[in-house]
């Protein structure tokens, strides 16, 4: 796996999972080193919303799917690093997209995403290892929609 640099992310399993960790670890401590620094969230106006999902024409900025219903005002710099609430700082995202880009670095985020789409061929392709991915998503999934539909009452 090549990250947008053409670098070999890892050598080996053990290599790329330290790897991870590392990022986690890093992006943790920038939280906390900003944490004192954060002013509190703000709410954005329907002028102002308006405004952010024309940046893109009415798409997430995420997927590149058109926005109908609800969605999220993503921080380009993340508000819990010091992201401000100015318009500029702001993007359209589905609720969807942004809860799952959260609060990661770019190059954890891409390689997220990378192992998401190598991840979807193994299942598509039914290998082995796609099908105990598979079985595990699901179940990963029903836990999660179980949770939810228990908070929604």
């Not at 609060?103 to 392709?125: A, C, H, N, T």
Request: aromatic share 6%; charged share 30%.
């Amino acid at each position: 796996m090549f990250n947008h640099q053409n670098k070999l992310v890892a050598n080996t399993p053990n290599e790329f999972a330290d790897k991870l960790l590392n990022l986690k670890k890093i992006s943790r401590g920038a939280k906390e080193g900003n944490r004192k620094n954060i002013l509190a969230r703000q709410v954005l106006n329907t002028t102002e919303r308006k405004e952010i999902l024309s940046k893109t024409d009415g798409h997430c900025h995420i997927c590149g799917g058109l926005i109908t219903g609800q969605w999220a005002a993503d921080h380009v710099k993340h508000h819990s690093r010091g992201g401000i609430h100015k318009i500029d700082n702001y993007l359209p995202a589905h609720s969807v997209c942004n809860s799952c880009r959260w609060d990661y670095f770019p190059e954890e985020f891409q390689i997220i995403m990378k192992l998401g789409v190598w991840s979807r061929k193994q299942i598509r392709d039914k290998t082995e290892l796609g099908l105990k991915l598979a079985e595990g998503f699901i179940k990963h999934e029903k836990i999660r929609l179980k949770r939810r539909k228990n908070n929604i009452k």
